[in-house]
């Protein structure tokens, strides 16, 4: 099975950028789809970005905007999220995701449901 933890979150000015990781143990996250998704709480699991197994395909919520880069790298098992230009409505709980793949493509941002296996979350406070 594979277990995830994410980094990398913190406080932010307006305006400004992180980089979350989420490093992947026990098995290799090769063959799922991986993505990130953020929680507000008493608010619904929101899909921030996704990308297949080979990095050709991801994408993307619409608030993103082009703000913000998802990537991989499966031979080191993590998962990466460039968030540039924050705003205070992107303050969450960023959680890393794995879900399986639909050939060379992957269930949506719009999806959480199908993805099963979860990291804790990283805080994100942007002000």
């Known amino acids: 099975d594979v277990q995830l933890v994410e980094s990398g979150g913190g406080p932010v000015q307006v305006g400004g950028s992180l980089r979350l990781s989420c490093v992947a143990s026990?098995?290799?996250?090769?063959?799922?789809?991986m993505g990130w998704f953020r929680q507000i709480p008493d608010k619904e699991r929101e899909g921030v970005a996704v990308i297949n197994r080979n990095s050709q395909r991801t994408l993307y919520g619409e608030f993103v905007g082009g703000r913000f880069t998802i990537s991989r790298d499966t031979l080191k098992r993590t998962l990466t999220l460039q968030m540039n230009d924050l705003k205070p409505d992107d303050t969450a709980m960023y959680l890393c995701?794995?879900?399986?793949?639909?050939?060379?493509?992957?269930?949506?941002?719009?999806?959480?449901?199908?993805?099963?296996?979860w990291g804790q979350g990283t805080q994100v406070t942007v002000s």
């Open positions: 995701a794995a879900g399986p793949a639909i050939g060379s493509t992957c269930y949506g941002p719009s999806h959480p449901e199908y993805h099963s296996k």
């Open positions: 026990g098995d290799t996250i090769g063959r799922y789809c």
